[in-house]
């Protein structure tokens, strides 16, 4: 009866050993499924200046776009859950929010089908023309980074941030502004203007 008893304790402990095993390793490999990546450039036939790369987390609805080109660097988070994405000019240290426009911004699950599919590829220059935006800088530094989201306000943290409101059609005003942009592959071409941009 004893020999039983330590047999049926051994498996037992055996038993808790692996759920607890098995517990940590859906742990760790949960966040690195929910991540999708893409990235492309870095040559002539790519149509794009530099590198860039995009990242999709269906676990915090976010995606991250990084364009890798020397002084002309940015990096762009698309926050789904808090509506706001923010664009980080490495160049001009500083930091632009805007609201997302959702009937123009593919959603985040039509981000993460082109990445798997490999649909990205294929919309070079040969490819549909990007949707555009534009935007008017507001001057006005923005003050309380923790009402953009979690994700927007690490990345703006310590450096000036402002927000930026949607300009409908083309206008000649903003036109003779200074605009900088942030081309997203061949899906986006967004356009930030305003003196802000200047420095």
């Known amino acids: 009866m004893p020999a039983f008893s330590s047999v049926h304790c051994f498996g037992e402990a055996k038993m808790k050993l692996t759920i607890v095993f098995a517990g940590l390793l ?9 991540f999708t990546d893409f990235s492309i450039g870095g040559n002539s036939n790519s149509g794009i200046s530099g590198q860039q790369s995009l990242s999709v987390n269906n676990e915090h609805n ?11 660097s940015w990096n762009s988070i698309w926050d789904y ?10 160049g001009k240290k500083k ?8 009937e123009v911004m593919p959603s985040l699950q039509t981000l993460d089908a082109l990445v798997k599919e490999k649909k990205l590829q294929g919309n070079g220059p040969g490819g549909p023309p990007p949707k555009g935006l534009m935007y008017s800088i507001n001057p006005k530094e923005v003050d309380d980074l923790s009402e953009l989201g979690k994700p927007i306000a690490s990345m703006c943290r310590g450096i000036p941030t402002y927000m930026a409101e949607e300009i409908e059609g083309a206008s000649l005003f903003f036109a003779s502004e200074s605009c900088v942009s942030a081309d997203v592959l061949w899906i986006l071409n967004i356009s930030f203007c305003g003196k802000t941009v200047e420095s």
Do not use: E, Q
């Open 26 to 34: 859906g742990v760790f490999l949960t966040p690195a499924l929910a």
């Open 62 to 72: 976010v995606a991250n776009v990084d364009n890798n080109n020397g002084w002309d």
């Open 81 to 90: 859950r808090a509506n706001f994405a923010a664009t980080r000019f490495f």
């Open 95 to 102: 930091c632009i929010v805007h609201r997302m426009n959702k």
